[in-house]
Structures are given as C-alpha cells and as structure tokens.
C-alpha cells in the first residue's frame, strides 16, 4: 500500500537555524509529492509540492526536491523565523488531482527567538 | 484565497448524543468534500468523500450510518456522529476541492470532539 514516514516531532530550533524535516514514501506507482502546513488554530494549508522525480518545490523560502531514487521529499529551509512555528504534513496522492492524498503524521516545528 | 470554515471548533458531548459538524466553503463553490478524522500522533484518516447531491462515499472500516455525511448545497457539507461513544472522540477535519484552482484542496480547522 501507499504510505508516507516523517520523522518524529517535535523539531526545536532557534530563529534563523536550517531546518529539515524528513519525509519518505511508499507507492505503487508514480505519485505527486505534497507538504502541508498547519499553523496554530487553523486549517492545512498547502505549502508546495512536486509532480514527478528531480521537481523541487519552493514556497515561502521552504523547498523539497521530489527524490524518486531515495523515495524522499525532504522538506528545507535556510533560515526559520518564530512564525514558521506549525505542524507540517508530508503527503502523496496517486491520482492527477488531490481527491486521494495520503499523509504523514505530521511534524511539529517550534521555533524559538 | 479560499477559504473553508467549520463548525464548531469544539464540542463536549454525553455519550449517546448526536454531534453534527459543519464545513462550509466560503468563496467557492465545492462539488466535492472530503473527511478526515485525526488521532493523536496519528495522520489524517480519510474517512469519506461528500459529493453534491449524491450519497458520499465512505472508506473501508468506516460506518456510514455512524457518520451521516450530507452535502446538499455546493458550499456546506455535514458530518453528524450519531450515538457517540467516548471512543468517536478525536480531531475531525474537512476539505474541499476548488476546481477553479487546479483542483486544490482547502481544508478547514478541525473540529475537537470529545464525548464523555
């Protein structure tokens, strides 16, 4: 079956510190790689994503490159501030759209000043 | 951007009552929603997809007379938890598909149920 592996949370770092998240996959075929964040009290919201193997997707100085030999879409950023405090989502979707998206059980990230 | 609401955020409930929550698209038009149910440390559960004037489609493992989904309108689908145990306790979650935007899911805030 289809499922997606994060690493544990929570992620504590200082402003400004590198971040990474790391997500891995398992699919049965060729899937769309998504990252999801949920700030506080709200919604998740879709951060980037990439479609086929070698895409990288970026949004908000955040970036993952879709890594098709290492089954990977490990999520970046050069420098966090306090309000990329969230809890972020790994997750992939077989299909063309986003009706079947399969997540991780999310990372937590807290930064702090 | 668009935006999807629910409500409540919150609800307490007695064993054996029924719960219904609301998720509503505010600036588009959803033909289709999406449910997800979230348990602690745990990821999103898709639990069934709500479609427009049509019966929703639920996920294996999950009972439908136990989730009553309706979606009668193109902006509100509801979720009703009918005679609900301590164990339907969790964190549940709506999304909707706005096709206008390369069919992009927008999910709602999540609604804490918890049932005494």
């Known amino acids: 079956g289809n499922s997606v592996t994060q690493m544990e949370g929570p992620v504590t770092l200082s402003e400004e510190a590198f971040l990474t998240i790391n997500c891995t996959y398992t699919?049965?075929?060729?899937?769309?790689l998504f990252w999801y964040v949920q700030y506080p009290g709200e919604g998740l919201q879709l951060l980037l994503k990439?479609?086929?193997?070698?895409d990288k997707g970026s949004n908000k100085g955040f970036e993952a490159t879709y890594r098709k030999e290492t089954t990977s879409f490990h999520l970046e950023k050069g420098s966090v501030q306090v309000s990329d405090s969230a809890v972020y989502f790994c997750?992939?979707?077989?299909?063309?759209?986003?009706?079947?998206?399969?997540f991780g059980k999310g990372t937590m990230l807290l930064v702090s000043p | 951007g668009a935006v999807v609401s629910q409500h409540p955020s919150r609800v307490i409930c007695k064993s054996g009552t029924s719960v219904k929550i609301e998720c509503r698209s505010l600036?588009?038009?959803?033909?289709?929603m999406f449910w997800y149910r979230q348990f602690p440390k745990k990821s999103l559960m898709l639990m069934a997809t709500?479609?427009?004037?049509?019966?929703?489609?639920?996920e294996q493992g999950v009972e439908k007379d136990k989730f009553l989904i309706n979606h009668a309108s193109l902006t509100l689908s509801t979720l009703t938890v009918t005679s609900a145990h301590p164990e339907d306790s969790s964190f549940y979650i709506c999304?909707?598909?706005?096709?206008?935007?390369?069919?992009?899911?927008?999910f709602g805030e999540g609604s804490r149920l918890t049932v005494l």
């Open positions: 600036d588009f038009q959803a033909t289709t």
């Open positions: 699919a049965t075929g060729y899937p769309s």
């Open positions: 709500s479609n427009e004037g049509s019966k929703a489609t639920y």
């Open positions: 997750a992939l979707s077989l299909t063309s759209g986003y009706s079947t998206l399969t």
């Open positions: 999304s909707a598909r706005n096709l206008g935007v390369t069919g992009e899911l927008f």
């Open positions: 990439a479609t086929k193997a070698d």
